[in-house]
């Protein structure tokens, strides 16, 4: 199923003209990695995990545009910004939202500018990584008959309390 996804990212406007979605960022593609080592024996009370999950950088590629120099800058900076909020969107219809994706204390991490000569891609992408303090993921499930939204499904995990639910 195809599907949009727009980047909000506070005092980072994008360009996207989407209704919905005015001056967030167009993303062409993301990655999103998290990792609990395993031990190889249980303990006592049975529990395998042997260390704190590992969060890995949360990753989108997007379109040289407007937000660009202020992500340079914020990565030369090492600013913290407040909240990055990514939606995923159904690409059909009213593109009913269907996935969130919300990060508080965010540091860009990284920044990669690929140029694509070949004329697939009108301008360079980039690829831009961010690290969080915090996460909550949230997921609207969607009624199978009607296609409308039928409630939500949430988590959360900060990464520098070690808590979440």
């Not at 999103?32 to 009370?45: G, L, P, Y």
């Not at 000569?117 to 303090?133: K, L």
Request: aromatic share 8%.
């Amino acid at each position: 199923m195809a599907f949009d996804a727009f980047l909000q990212i506070d005092g980072i406007p994008g360009e996207s003209t989407d209704s919905k979605h005015k001056d967030w960022i167009e993303i062409i593609d993301y990655s999103h990695t998290m990792a609990q080592k395993i031990s190889d024996t249980a303990s006592s009370s049975g529990a395998r995990a042997s260390e704190r999950a590992n969060h890995g950088l949360f990753i989108v590629t997007k379109d040289l545009d407007k937000s660009s120099p202020k992500l340079a800058v914020s990565l030369n900076t090492g600013a913290s910004i407040a909240t990055v909020r990514m939606e995923l969107c159904r690409a059909t219809g009213d593109k009913q939202l269907y996935m969130v994706y919300e990060m508080k204390d965010v540091i860009v991490a990284d920044i990669s500018v690929q140029g694509d000569m070949t004329g697939e891609r009108s301008v360079p992408t980039e690829v831009v990584s961010f690290n969080y303090g915090e996460i909550e993921w949230t997921y609207t499930v969607t009624d199978q008959k009607t296609g409308k939204a039928a409630g939500d499904i949430t988590g959360k995990w900060s990464v520098v309390e070690n808590t979440g639910g």
